[in-house]
């Protein structure tokens, strides 16, 4: 199984940018789609973004346009970039993975990933 860590979060002013990096250690990280959740106080865990073993990507409808989710398997590394940041994209946020049956499939569902990260915290400053 990989093992999962986040970093990059931290305290930004609306309209600000960061990158959030998660590195994986263990197993074939080439082997795993990704993704990155976020959650907030009193709410549910949310997918933010997704990418395929082969590079595959999506986002979810708040954050599209403004968030980018790449990997770098030289490196065993999934990033979120994230521009335009806003108050309500406050949250801690997750990777996570899940072994990829096909190259280019990306998975939308919570349940679906196996391993998780500790998260990072993001805090959107008005």
């Known amino acids: 199984q990989v093992q999962l860590v986040e970093s990059g979060g931290g305290l930004v002013q609306a309209g600000g940018s960061l990158r959030l990096s998660c590195a994986a250690t263990?197993?074939?990280?080439?082997?795993?789609?990704m993704g990155w959740f976020r959650q907030a106080p009193g709410k549910e865990r949310e997918l933010v973004a997704a990418i395929s073993r082969g590079g595959t990507t999506y986002a979810a409808t708040p954050v599209k346009g403004r968030f980018t989710i790449s990997r770098d398997n030289a490196n065993n590394t999934v990033y979120l970039q994230m521009n335009n940041l806003k108050p309500e994209d406050t949250a801690a946020y997750y990777c996570?993975?899940?072994?990829?049956?096909?190259?280019?499939?990306?998975?939308?569902?919570?349940?679906?990933?196996?391993?998780w990260g500790q998260g990072t915290q993001v805090t959107v400053s008005s």
């Open positions: 263990g197993r074939t990280f080439s082997n795993y789609a």
């Open positions: 996570a993975a899940k072994p990829g049956r096909f190259i280019n499939s990306v998975y939308y569902q919570r349940y679906e990933y196996e391993t």
